[in-house]
């Protein structure tokens, strides 16, 4: 909607993003126990609604942005315990899950022909902070804590027709 030299609208929004993160790690417990541990984050598709407001100058549109995400994750444990006479095996995963954040941004439109457009925009994504805690299958000997939040940074230059 424009408004004079003022504008401000709507945008939904899908984008698929695959951003995964691998630990790997190995703890010694007095005594004969190891602990050796496998712990996977992983997001995929980003979905939302931004909402743009700015000022048109001439051809340009210059732009705030800010807006709602969801993005679908997902969490996976994998631990071999060994106490020296027994290893014991453990799996966790979250399968895919859903998430929300939320966003901020700047952008800059240039108008091509009545129809289409280009620009270039700055988005910040903050998602929200997820902790796990597991006790592993070792009669409560072992805990397993993980905490894990995602803060993305995109530039995107995009093509933009207008129906």
């Known amino acids: 909607m424009r408004c004079n030299n003022f504008g ?9 993003v695959s951003i995964e993160d691998i630990l790997k790690g190995k703890q010694y417990i ?13 997001i995929t598709n980003q979905y939302g609604i931004n909402i743009r ?5 001439d051809t ?3 732009y705030a942005l800010c807006g709602l995400h969801w993005q679908q994750y997902n969490f996976q444990v994998k631990a071999i315990h060994q106490d020296g ?11 895919n899950q859903i998430t ?3 966003s901020i941004g700047l952008g800059l439109q240039k ?3 009545q129809n289409y457009d280009i620009g270039f925009e700055y988005k910040l994504t903050n998602l929200s902070k997820k902790n796990y805690e597991f006790n592993l299958d070792d009669n ?12 993305l940074h995109s530039f995107s230059l995009r093509f933009i027709c207008k129906i």
Not at 85 to 95: L, V
Not at 140 to 150: E, H, P
């Open 8 to 16: 401000i609208g709507p945008e939904l929004f899908w984008n698929y």
């Open 53 to 57: 407001g700015g000022y048109f100058f």
């Open 30 to 42: 007095p005594g004969p126990y190891i602990t050796d541990f496998d712990i996977k984050h992983r």
């Open 140 to 151: 409560g000997r072992t805990r397993l804590n993980s905490s894990v939040s995602y803060k």
């Open 100 to 102: 929300q954040g939320n």
């Open 85 to 95: 006479i027994n290893r014991r095996d453990f799996s966790y995963n979250t399968s």
């Open 111 to 113: 108008q091509l022909t």
């Open 60 to 62: 340009f549109f210059i």
